[in-house]
């Protein structure tokens, strides 16, 4: 139950960082998402040190990493799981099963986004 908790707490502040990101002004009429672009690929960068922080120390408590990779990371883009879980499969020589996670990722995905709005409408 603690567990749930930690991740809670962390899905918070990552939910409340990405709304927080979300506020900054930026020129109007820009095509490229670039605030969720940037929140995707800072996301990836910081669970991609904090899954190499925590593999290389056995000494960090595993609520704390809990915290950081599912909560604060997971709340903040899920995007950066996605992108350790591919990177990972290529470290461990599954390129096909990557290539076919990120295609089938991406490409239903985006059919899900649209069978979900033709459903509603």
């Given at each position: 139950?603690?567990?749930?908790?930690?991740?809670?707490?962390?899905?918070?502040?990552?939910?409340?960082?990405?709304?927080?990101?979300?506020?900054?002004?930026?020129?109007?009429?820009?095509?490229?998402?670039?605030?969720?672009?940037?929140?995707?690929?800072?996301?990836?960068?910081l669970?991609?040190?904090?899954?190499?922080a925590?593999?290389?120390?056995s000494?960090?408590?595993?609520?704390?990493?809990?915290?950081?990779?599912?909560?604060?990371?997971?709340?903040?883009?899920?995007?950066?799981?996605?992108?350790?879980?591919?990177?990972?499969?290529?470290?461990?020589?599954?390129?096909?099963?990557?290539?076919?996670?990120?295609?089938?990722?991406?490409?239903?995905?985006?059919?899900?986004?649209?069978?979900?709005?033709?459903?509603?409408?």
């Amino acid at each position: 139950m603690i567990e749930c908790m930690v991740v809670g707490l962390g899905g918070f502040l990552g939910s409340v960082c990405r709304y927080l990101v979300g506020l900054i002004p930026l020129k109007e009429g820009l095509t490229f998402p670039v605030k969720t672009f940037v929140i995707n690929i800072l996301g990836s960068f910081l669970i991609g040190i904090i899954a190499a922080a925590a593999a290389k120390n056995s000494s960090v408590n595993p609520r704390v990493v809990l915290l950081l990779k599912v909560g604060v990371c997971g709340g903040f883009t899920t995007f950066s799981s996605f992108a350790l879980e591919s990177g990972e499969l290529i470290k461990n020589g599954n390129l096909y099963v990557a290539v076919t996670y990120v295609v089938l990722s991406v490409v239903l995905g985006i059919l899900a986004v649209f069978t979900g709005e033709a459903i509603i409408k």
